[in-house]
């Protein structure tokens, strides 16, 4: 392969195709004249294949690299608020003093939501799972929010992007008000956009919930880490609605029901359930045991990546975090031993060492959450709440470079062309 240039060779015909130099990461043949040379390429989940060109975010799995705008995760995480992080996804450099208070100030006045809204959770059941219930207020906020719809404008994506990082918080919050059948808790502008979510999950009219520094923070980290992961599942979907020229809205929903998924945003949710079924520390060594049996259905959540073939970074940070949580709290709960006895085991037992099942961001995630005292079913929310900004930040960036619909072509291999006859008696 030339530096420029390959060649694939069919049969008798060879093709001439360029090779694209990113600024990190493997080169990129670019395929697109293979369709008018009668040829397509077969790559389900697209794992091989670059759907878009992006200046957002880089990840190097067998490294342990996550990038976002050139800024490594861990500094982010440990140097910055969630609020900063959006600002650098969203528009591509650190904010000066000045404009970041503009931008926290902006979207901190944005948090309310129309009241007609409320009235639409009472159109959900009680028991409806509070990824149902965001993925459907979200989509709705389209008929209330629509003075903004040319998304060609970028002062309009704007405002749409404020509306979306603004509410999103305090939609979740209701959907969990709602699933206990507590009363709204309306936002503070006073707090943190972290403080100002758990006080909308905790205060009641009847009781102040006083938010404490060391939960805020974890929440900020939890938010920052979760931000943007490249073309993940989620983040492609919304990309291929907006490559219709959708409503942002809409988009936005579509990604919350890819999120919903556990292999996807679901998988913290699917850690915590695991370790429900292993109940006690004295249950690990048979756990451990199923999970070294490749004849076993039984598989350790939150552990390795596929992403990741090294540490993933964001677990680094996310570790520390719980730790600091646990302590703070001082909790004495069964799971969390599970979990950090889970833990020592992962980071000592050479078996996990030398596949690399370390464990992920997941795994520390569902703790600190659970220690929060937020119920499972709410842990793929505050995902789609963290990811709500990397969302909004592909379908800016896709409008930025011109819209091209989302097309993917198939191998098909039905029926070839055959004559119908109806057995169906005509009355």
Known sequence: MADNKAKLTIAETSVDLDVLSPTLGSKVIDIRTLGSKGYYTYDPGFTSTASCESKITFIDGDNGILLHRGFPIGQLATESTYLEVCYILLYGEAPTQEQYDKFKTTVTRHTMIHEQITRLFNGFRRDSHPMAVLCGVTGALAAFYHDALDVSNPVHRDITAYRLLSKMPTVA???????IGQPFVYPKNDLSYAGNFLHMMFATPCEEYVVNPVLERAMDRIFILHADHEQNASTSTVRTAGSSGA?????????????????????????????????????????IKRAKDKNDSFRLMGFGHRVYKNYDPRATVMRETCHEVLKELNLNDSLLEVAME??????????????????????????????????????????????????????????????????????????????????????
């Open 342 to 427: 889970l833990e020592r085991i992962a980071l000592n037992d050479p078996y996990f060492i030398e596949k690399k099942l370390y464990p992920n961001v997941d795994f520390y995630s569902g703790i600190i959450l659970k220690a929060l005292g937020i119920p499972s079913n709410m842990f793929t929310v505050i995902f789609a709440i963290a990811r709500t900004i990397g969302w909004i930040a592909h379908w800016n960036e896709m409008h930025e470079d011109g819209l091209k619909i989302a097309r993917p072509r198939q191998l098909y291999t039905g029926y070839s062309e055959r004559d119908f006859k109806s057995e169906i008696k005509k009355k």
């Open 247 to 287: 409503n942002p809205f809409a988009c936005i929903a579509a990604g919350i029901a890819s999120l919903w998924g556990p292999a996807h945003g679901g998988a913290n949710e699917a850690c915590l359930r695991m370790l429900e079924e292993i109940k006690t520390v004295e249950h690990i060594p048979e756990f």
């Open 173 to 179: 919050a209701m959907c969990y008000k709602y699933s």
